[in-house]
C-alpha cells in the first residue's frame, strides 16, 4: 500500500487509497503536470515479481487504452516506477449505479432505459475494437455528478481477436452468463446478458437469481428460467420488458445480434414503452435450459481441475469448468481485475498426416465394397423421397387448395391451407353457381377482423403491404384487390393493404430539454429526420436540445426533415458543481477545489463537530453551479478558537451558541427523495452554512418537519437566518429546491 504523498513517475501525487481489487489498489491522485485529479491502479506487492500477473496488468491497460468514449473511464497513461506498475485513469467524482439502486430501491423507467442506453453505447464502442469487457455490473457503473454514466473495470476484458479461452468463470456470479458459468466461449453476447440482467435489477430492485454460495447462483443461471420483472414491478411497460427477456435468453443466439439492434430497441421502447416491436427468437432444440448432472455438480462444487480434465477425456467438448465457491465479498472499487490465460499449443499435434500412408491404401481397398452398398441404399432413399413429391403435388394440384396469409379453405373441404396457392380465376366455366360467392368489403377493418370475414365465406387472404391513406385510419385495411360485391369461385384469394396513416404526424411536445439521442429516437421513430446544429446556450445544458423547426406540436409530412438546434452550454464561462468538503482538512480541501479551477479563501471559527485544521462549512455551499475560476470560503476550525473562545480585535466579538426552534413546511416541488437542510447565516459580510443535515426521505406525514438546533458562530454574525433545502437528482448531487422564509436566532 501506497503512502500519501508518494510521486510516481515525477508526476502523480498519491492522495489516498479509494478502493482495492483482486490484483490492484487504486489510489486518487494528483497530476501535477496537467493540474488534475486522476485515478491511479497500482499492482499489488505480491504480484509484483511475477512475470505472469505483470503480462496480465499490462495486457489490461493496453486493452483499455485504445478505448476512448463518454460512457467509458478514459485510460490516460500506464507505466513502472521503482518496482511500481501503474495504470492513470481518469477520476470520475460520482456514485456506483449499485449504490444508486440500493438508495433508491427501484429506478424509473425513464431513468433506467436512459441508463441502459449509455451503457450500451460504451460496450458499443468497445466491441467494435474486439473487446469483450466480460464484467458488466451495477457495481462497475458510475453515474458522474454531471449525469454522465460511464462504464469502468476493463480489468477482465479480453480481446476476441486473442485464441486464449479463460476456463475460469470471470466476473460476478450475479451477472455472469450461461456460457461464462460453463467456462465456455464468451463474446459479445455475453456483455448483453450481463446488461440485461442489470436492467432486470434496475427496474425491479433485485437480482433475478441469488444464493448463499456463488455455485448455487451459478446453477440458477443455467437450469432456471428468469422471472418476468414485471411480476416486482406491475407497471412496467410491455416493450421495455421485452428487452430485458430477450438479453437474458440463456441460448447467445435468441439475444441481441449486436449492441447496435439493443439501442434501436431501448430508443424505441422511450417513444412506444407498450409497441410490440421486440422480436424473440424462437425456443428450439438448442437453445433449451441446460440440465446439469449430479456429476457435473458435485464437480463445480469441487471447483476441481482434475476432475475436468477426467471429463475432457471422456467428452470430446466438455460443458463446465472449474467454478470457484467464494461466499465472501470482494470490496469493489470499480476498477476490478481479471486474469488473462497463456495459451499452450501442442507442436506435434498436426504432425501425423505423412505416417502409415501404406495402411492406409490397403483400408481403402477393403473398405471400398462396403461403401458402394452405401452409394446405393442412399440412392434409393432420395429416389423415393422424388417420387413422393410428386404425389403430394398432383394431388395438391387436383383438390385446388388457396388461402392467404392467416386463410383458411372453405368449410366443405375440411382442410387447413398452409400457403398461398394462385387465385383462382373467377371467370373459370368449370365452377358452378352453388361454387361462386359474393366478395365481401374488407374496407375499414383490422386484419384480423379482413381475414375472419373472409375465411367465414371460403374466401383466402394475403397481406399486399401498407399505403398512405387519408381515409382509412392508421392499421385498418385501405384497399383490396377484388371488387366488392363481385362474384368469385370459392377458395379465391383477396389481397389486402393497410393503411399507414394519412401521411402527415405531429412533432411532439416536450422535446426541448431533452438529449440529442432521446429527441432523435422520437423523430425517428414517427419517420422523421433530423438535421442537427449547435449554438451555445446559457439556459440549456450542453448536449440538450433547444429548438426545432418545425417547432413542437406542429404538423408534418412523413419524411419531413427537422433541425435541431443542440446546446453546446454557456458561451460566456465553464462551469463546474461546488463539492462538499465539510470535514476535510484545509490541504486537502484547497487541492479538491483548486483542481477543479477554483479560488481558495479562508476564515477561522471553533466547532466541536470536526477536528481542529478541518472545514467547518463553505461558501457556496455544496451543489452551487459556480464559473470556472469562482472563489469558495472555507471556514476552518482553529485550534485557539476551538480551545477558548477569543474575543476578535476589531470588533470584540466571541463564538458564542446560536439557537432556533423552527418548522419547516413541504416544498411544493419535493419528489420524495433524499434532502439535506442548512441553516444559512451571515457571517463577516459573507453567506455560510453554520449547520447541516442530510441523508433524510420524509413522507407527507412528517411535515410540517420540526427543526430544534444549536450551532456555533460569532456573537456579531447576523440573527437573520434562514434555512435551505435541498434534493438530491440521479447524479448524487444535491440540488437546492427551497428556502425558508427569514427568521430570527437566539444565541447565549
Known amino acids: 500500500m501506497l503512502k500519501e504523498g508518494v510521486i510516481l513517475g515525477e508526476r502523480y501525487e498519491i492522495i489516498n487509497r479509494i478502493g482495492s481489487g483482486g490484483m490492484a489498489d487504486v489510489y ?17 506487492t505480491e504480484f509484483r515479481e511475477d512475470k505472469t500477473f505483470i503480462s ?28 511500481v506498475y501503474y495504470i492513470v485513469m481518469e477520476l470520475v467524482e460520482g456514485i456506483t449505479l449499485k449504490d444508486y439502486i440500493n438508495r433508491k430501491g427501484k429506478l424509473s423507467v425513464k431513468e433506467a432505459t436512459s441508463i441502459a442506453i449509455q451503457v450500451s453505447l460504451g460496450l458499443e464502442a468497445a466491441h467494435n475494437r474486439g473487446i469483450v469487457h466480460r464484467d458488466v455490473k451495477p457495481q462497475n457503473i458510475i453515474i458522474s455528478t454531471d449525469g454522465k454514466v460511464k462504464l469502468s473495470d476493463f480489468g477482465i476484458a479480453k480481446a476476441t481477436s486473442s485464441n486464449t479461452i479463460s476456463s475460469n468463470v470471470m466476473g460476478s456470479v450475479h451477472y455472469s452468463s450461461p456460457e461464462q458459468v460453463r467456462g465456455g466461449y464468451s463474446d459479445y453476447k455475453s456483455d448483453i446478458y450481463s446488461l440485461g440482467i442489470t436492467l432486470y435489477e434496475m427496474v425491479t430492485g433485485r437480482v433475478p437469481f441469488d444464493g448463499d454460495t456463488t455455485v448455487a447462483i451459478a446453477i440458477k443461471h443455467l437450469q432456471e428460467e428468469i422471472e418476468a420483472p414485471s411480476k416486482y414491478t406491475p407497471n412496467l411497460p410491455y416493450a421495455l420488458e421485452q428487452i430485458i427477456l430477450k438479453c437474458t435468453q440463456k441460448s447467445p443466439d435468441r439475444r441481441y445480434k449486436n449492441m447496435a439492434e439493443l439501442i434501436d430497441d431501448l430508443k424505441h421502447s422511450l417513444v412506444d414503452p407498450n409497441g410490440n416491436f421486440v422480436t424473440l427468437v424462437p425456443l428450439s432444440s438448442h437453445a433449451q435450459t441446460v440440465m446439469v448432472s449430479q456429476d457435473e455438480l458435485d464437480r463445480i ?31 469493489d472499487d470499480g476498477y476490478e481485475d481479471g486474469g488473462y490465460e497463456d495459451d499452450d499449443y501442442e507442436e506435434d499435434e498436426y504432425d501425423d498426416y505423412d505416417e502409415d500412408d501404406e495402411d492406409d491404401e490397403e483400408e481403402d481397398d477393403e473398405e471400398s465394397g462396403s461403401k458402394m452398398d452405401k452409394v446405393v441404399t442412399i440412392g434409393g432413399f432420395i429416389v423415393a423421397a422424388v417420387i413422393i413429391c410428386i404425389l403430394i403435388y398432383v394431388i395438391v394440384q ?71 391513406s387519408d381515409s382509412y385510419e392508421e392499421g385498418m385495411v385501405c384497399r383490396q384487390d377484388l371488387q366488392p360485391g363481385s362474384q368469385v369461385p370459392i377458395n379465391s384469394t383477396i389481397t389486402y393493404y393497410v393503411s399507414s396513416g394519412s401521411g402527415k404526424v405531429q412533432i411532439p411536445t416536450g422535446l426541448v430539454g431533452q438529449s440529442r439521442d432521446a429527441v432523435q429516437a422520437s423523430l425517428e421513430s ?28 406542429s404538423t408534418v409530412d412523413v419524411g419531413t426533415t427537422v433541425t435541431v438546434v443542440v446546446s453546446t452550454g454557456s458561451e460566456e464561462a465553464e462551469q463546474v458543481t461546488v463539492p462538499s468538503v465539510s470535514g476535510y482538512s484545509q490541504e486537502e480541501a484547497t487541492r479538491i477545489l483548486e483542481g477543479m479551477g477554483l479560488e481558495v479563501t479562508t476564515t477561522t471559527a471553533s466547532s466541536s463537530r470536526v477536528d481542529i485544521g478541518e472545514v467547518i462549512n463553505q461558501s457556496p455551499v455544496s451543489g452551487t453551479k459556480v464559473d470556472v475560476g469562482s472563489t469558495v470560503t472555507l471556514v476552518i476550525n482553529e485550534e485557539d478558537a476551538a480551545a477558548e473562545p477569543t474575543t476578535e480585535p476589531q470588533d470584540g466579538a466571541t463564538t458564542v451558541t446560536w439557537s432556533c426552534n423552527k418548522s419547516l413546511n413541504k416544498p411544493e416541488n419535493y419528489d ?21 443535515d442530510e441523508g433524510m426521505t420524509l413522507d407527507d406525514s412528517q411535515w410540517p418537519y420540526p427543526i430544534n ?8 454574525a447576523s440573527a437573520d437566518v434562514y434555512i435551505l433545502i435541498s434534493e438530491m437528482d440521479s447524479t448524487g448531487t444535491y440540488q437546492a429546491i427551497s428556502k425558508s422564509s427569514t427568521f430570527t436566532a437566539d444565541h447565549n
Open 28 to 44: 486518487k491522485a494528483m497530476d501535477h503536470k496537467l493540474n488534475r485529479m486522476v485515478a491511479v491502479k497500482v499492482l499489488k
Open 672 to 692: 420524495g427523495g433524499v434532502i439535506r437542510l442548512e441553516v444559512i447565516q451571515n457571517v463577516n459580510g459573507s453567506e455560510q452554512s453554520v449547520w447541516s
Open 709 to 716: 438546533i444549536q450551532w456555533d458562530a460569532p456573537s456579531n
Open 301 to 331: 462444487r469441487a471447483g476441481s481441475a482434475e476432475a475436468a480434465a477426467r471429463k475432457e477425456e471422456q467428452e470430446a467438448s466438455p460443458r463446465y469448468s472449474k467454478l470457484e465457491d467464494d461466499s465472501e465479498e470482494e470490496e
Open 56 to 83: 496480465k496488468f499490462r495486457t489490461e491497460a493496453q486493452a483499455a487504452a485504445g478505448l476512448s468514449h463518454p460512457n467509458v473511464v478514459n485510460v490516460y497513461d500506464v507505466g513502472e516506477d521503482r518496482g
Open 526 to 553: 414517427l419517420g422523421l429526420s433530423a438535421s442537427f446544429s449547435e449554438q451555445p446556450s446559457s439556459d440549456v445544458a450542453e448536449g440538450n436540445v433547444i429548438t426545432l423547426e418545425p417547432g413542437e406540436g
Open 398 to 468: 387436383a383438390l385446388g387448395l388457396g388461402g392467404g396469409r392467416n386463410s383458411t379453405d372453405s368449410s366443405s373441404a375440411s382442410v387447413t391451407v398452409t400457403a398461398t396457392p394462385t387465385p383462382v380465376d373467377s371467370s373459370a366455366t368449370s365452377n358452378t353457381d352453388q361454387d361462386m360467392v359474393t366478395v365481401p368489403d374488407l374496407r375499414n377493418q383490422t386484419e384480423e377482423q379482413a381475414t375472419k370475414t373472409a375465411n367465414d365465406l371460403g374466401l383466402g387472404v394475403t397481406y399486399g403491404g401498407t399505403e398512405v
